[in-house]
């Protein structure tokens, strides 16, 4: 009776698990929605969804074409953020120090994350 029971129940969920995936697969695709849940993936979301801004080091970077903002797009999705030496607690204004690899170069950025706009500080 017990065994007969479980292989329903079993029969049952992977029916419903594989409906949820297709659905929610489904969802996802047509509104673009991702589900972010650790501190990194949830911080760079924030830092794309605003605009952004540069100092007058990174804006003479860019200038010199040493800079692109391709490369600071690939960085805010793909990046890594250093919460050690990123200054979380401030006040309206939080900084970030973001490093990663892009094209085989290892890069650290330093962003000013305010609730209206992003500014990039420093570009290394």
Known sequence: MFIK????????????????????????????????????????????????HYTDAVSKLMANNELDTLSITKLLTQGNIDFGESDTKSKPCK???????????YILMEVKNCPEKVTVLRWQ
């Open 5 to 52: 029971r479980l292989g329903y129940f079993m029969v049952g969920l992977s029916i419903g698990i594989v409906f949820l995936t297709f659905f929610l697969k489904k969802k996802s695709d047509q509104t673009g929605v991702s589900f972010c849940y650790l501190p990194n993936c949830r911080v760079l979301k924030d830092l794309r969804s605003k605009p952004i």
């Open 95 to 105: 900084t970030y120090v973001i490093n990663g690899e892009i094209d085989t170069k």
